[in-house]
C-alpha cells in the first residue's frame, strides 16, 4: 500500500484526487490548517471523509512541515494548498506570496533536509501565462503573471524544477488550466454563475452580476485533472506537464449553457458595462455587468496545448464543456431545491 499526502485536501481538487487514489488502493494523509472548524463538506459528498487522517498542516510554518513529513513518511505529496482566488491576491498579495511561493519553498527545503524519497506534485497554473506570449500555451510558452497569485505560483513553479535538477528531487509541476466540477468554491466565477442562477430560478435570488463577459479559459473538468497529477507522479522521470482541453469558451458562453440547464432562455442585449441577459419567457433581466468585478489587470485569453500529457503520461480530458457546465448546474439545481449548500 503506497501512502499519499495531500495539501488542501478539503478544497475542489484535493476531495477528488483523495477519492481517486483511495480507489487505487492508496491510505491518504491530509494537511489541513488549525481552525475552529474545518469544512468537510466536499469530502462528505463524495463519501470519503472518515477515509482520510488528518493532520494540522500550515505552509508558514517550516518545523511543521518537517514534522508531518517525518511522521507520515508519505510516498508521494500532492501540494493544492494556495490561496487559489485572483482577486484576492490582489488584496492580499503578501499572505498570497507567503503561502502560494515561499509555502511551496518550505516543503522542497524539507524534503531537502529530511532526505525524504517522496515523489513530489506542485499544482502550477495557467495564469503564470497571463499576458499570453503564445496563442496556444504549452510548456515552452514564455511566461507573464497578470496578478499576485500568478506571480507567487511563478516562483512556486520554478523552485520546483530549481530543486529537481539541484538537489536531485523527484519534483513534477502541472500547469493546469481551469478545472471546475461542483465541487467548486463559490468565490470562483464559474460556481457564481451555477449557484446563483440556481437561486433566481427558485426565487432566492434576483439577478447575476458579473465582470468580463469576454474573458476566455480552457475550462475542464477537475475530476479528470487530478489523474493527470497521480499519472505525473508514476513517469520515469520528474517534469512539467500542461493540462487542459485545447478548447476555450467565455464567461458569456458559460452563463448561456448554464442558463439552458435551468430552464432560461436568455437574449444577451447592450455591450461593455451595459450589457445584459434577459430571461425571454420571463422578460427579467437575470444578468448584467458590475464594473466593481474587473480585475486590475485582465488576463483576455487562455488555451492550452496538453500534446506533452497526452504523447508521455496518455492521459486525455473526458468530460466536455457542456457536460461539465450542465453537472455543475444539475447540482446547484438539487443544492438549492433542497436548501442545503454546504460550500
Not at 494540522?56 to 510554518?61: K, P, T, V
Not at 506537464?241 to 436568455?266: E, K, P
Not at 437575470?286 to 492550452?304: K, M, Q, W, Y
Request: with cysteine; hydrophobic share 40%; glycine share 8%.
Amino acid at each position: 500500500m503506497k501512502t499519499a499526502f495531500i495539501t488542501g485536501i478539503t478544497g475542489q481538487d484535493g476531495a477528488y484526487l483523495a477519492k481517486f487514489l483511495l480507489e487505487k488502493g492508496y491510505a491518504v494523509h491530509g494537511g489541513v490548517r488549525r481552525t475552529a472548524s474545518m469544512n468537510r463538506g466536499r469530502l462528505a459528498e463524495l463519501g470519503i471523509e472518515n477515509e482520510i487522517q488528518y493532520h494540522d498542516f500550515d505552509l508558514l510554518e517550516l518545523s511543521n512541515i518537517v514534522s508531518v513529513i517525518d511522521e507520515i513518511k508519505p510516498d508521494e505529496i500532492y501540494n493544492l494548498a494556495a490561496q487559489s482566488f485572483v482577486a484576492a491576491s490582489f488584496r492580499q498579495p503578501l499572505l498570497t506570496s507567503e503561502l502560494d511561493a515561499l509555502g511551496v519553498l518550505r516543503i522542497l527545503e524539507a524534503l531537502r533536509m529530511t532526505g525524504s524519497q517522496a515523489r513530489f506534485y506542485q499544482a502550477s497554473t495557467s495564469e503564470m501565462f497571463g499576458k499570453i506570449q503564445d496563442q496556444i500555451q504549452s510548456e515552452m510558452t514564455p511566461l507573464y503573471p497578470r496578478s499576485p497569485y500568478g506571480v507567487a505560483k511563478l516562483f512556486a513553479h520554478w523552485i520546483t524544477v530549481n530543486y529537481r535538477e539541484a538537489h536531485n528531487i523527484f519534483a513534477a509541476s502541472g500547469i493546469l488550466f481551469n478545472h471546475e466540477s461542483p465541487l467548486r468554491g463559490q468565490e470562483f466565477v464559474t460556481r457564481k454563475i451555477t449557484l446563483t442562477l440556481a437561486k433566481i430560478k427558485h426565487r432566492n435570488a434576483n439577478i447575476l452580476e458579473l465582470g468580463n463577459l469576454n474573458a476566455a479559459r480552457d475550462w475542464g473538468f477537475a475530476g479528470d485533472f487530478v489523474q493527470g497529477m497521480w499519472k505525473m507522479l508514476q513517469h520515469k522521470v520528474a517534469d512539467t506537464y500542461v493540462l487542459a482541453t485545447g478548447r476555450t469558451n467565455s464567461v458569456r458562453d458559460f452563463v448561456t449553457h448554464a442558463a439552458d440547464a435551468l430552464g432560461f432562455r436568455l437574449a444577451w442585449e447592450g455591450d461593455g458595462v451595459n450589457e445584459t441577459a434577459r430571461d425571454r419567457s420571463t422578460n427579467r433581466i437575470v444578468v448584467r455587468v458590475n464594473p466593481a468585478f474587473f480585475r486590475a489587470s485582465e488576463v483576455d485569453t487562455l488555451i492550452g496545448c496538453p500534446a506533452k500529457a497526452e504523447r508521455d503520461l496518455d492521459w486525455k480530458p473526458k468530460a466536455t464543456f457542456e457536460e461539465l457546465v450542465e453537472g455543475m448546474a444539475s447540482a446547484d439545481n438539487d443544492r438549492v431545491s433542497r436548501g442545503c449548500v454546504l460550500f
